[in-house]
C-alpha cells in the first residue's frame, strides 16, 4: 500500500482546532480525510457514529487496547478513552489521501514521534484562557464541571505548543483558516 502524510492538529478543547479541520477538509477534499478516532464518552449535540467518532463502550475500547488496534490512545479525560485505530489510517492512504486527525495535544506529539518527517504536527493557539473558556460556555455542549477540566488541562497543554512543527493563533477564523490553508499546502507540495 502506498502510504500518504499525516497532518495533525492538536490544542486544548475549544482553541477552534475542529472548525480548522472541516474547513481544510472543505478546501481539499481530493487530498485530505478525516481519520476518525475511537472514544468511550458518548455521543455530544448533532455528532453521528462513524463521521464524528466510532463510540464505543468502555469494554469494547479496552479490548481494543489489548488486541493492539490502536496506533495511539490516551484517557484524555478520567475514564474518557480516545484513540486512532491502525485500520484508520490505513483505509485512509488506500484510497490514495493524506489523514488529517483532531487530535489532543499528548496523542498529536505520540503520532509526531511515530511518524517523524512523515507528519505535520500543528498547534493551535486560543488567544487566551480567559476567551477559551468563553468559547467552551457558549458552546453549550459541556458540563461546568467538563468545562472546568478542559480549562485546568488546557493551561498545561499551552506549555507544549514549542514542541511542535508550528502554530496557528485562533483569533479571527478567517485568517487562521487562510494559515492552516497555507501551512498544509507547503507540507503537502514538499
Ligand atoms: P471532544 O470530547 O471535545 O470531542 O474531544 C476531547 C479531546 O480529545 C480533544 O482534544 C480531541 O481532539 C481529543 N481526541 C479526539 N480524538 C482523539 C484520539 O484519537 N486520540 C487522542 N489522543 N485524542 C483525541
Not at 52 to 77: C, Q, R
Not at 143 to 159: G, H, T
Not at 162 to 185: M, P, Q, S, W, Y
Amino acid at each position: 500500500m502506498s502510504e500518504g502524510k499525516l497532518i495533525i492538529f492538536s490544542a486544548p478543547s475549544g482553541s477552534g482546532k475542529t472548525t480548522l479541520v472541516r474547513h481544510l477538509l472543505s478546501v481539499m477534499p481530493d487530498r485530505l480525510q478525516f481519520s476518525i478516532s475511537a472514544t468511550s464518552r458518548a455521543k455530544r449535540g448533532t455528532e453521528e457514529h462513524g463521521k464524528d467518532y466510532l463510540y464505543l463502550t468502555l469494554e469494547e475500547f479496552k479490548l481494543k487496547i489489548k488486541n493492539g488496534d490502536f496506533l495511539e490512545w490516551e484517557e484524555v479525560y478520567p475514564g474518557t478513552y480516545y484513540g486512532t485505530l491502525k485500520s484508520e489510517v490505513e483505509r485512509i492512504w488506500a484510497l490514495g489521501k493524506n489523514v488529517i486527525f483532531d487530535i489532543d495535544v499528548q496523542g498529536g506529539l505520540n503520532l509526531k514521534h511515530y511518524f517523524k518527517k512523515q507528519a505535520l504536527a500543528v498547534f493551535v493557539m486560543p488567544p487566551s484562557i480567559k476567551i477559551l473558556e468563553e468559547r467552551l460556555n457558549s458552546r453549550q455542549t459541556d458540563s461546568p464541571e467538563s468545562i472546568a477540566l478542559r480549562v485546568e488541562k488546557a493551561e498545561k497543554e499551552l506549555q507544549t505548543a514549542k514542541l511542535f512543527d508550528c502554530f496557528i493563533l485562533n483569533e479571527h477564523l478567517e485568517t487562521a483558516c487562510k494559515e492552516a490553508e497555507r501551512v498544509v499546502g507547503d507540507f503537502l507540495r514538499k
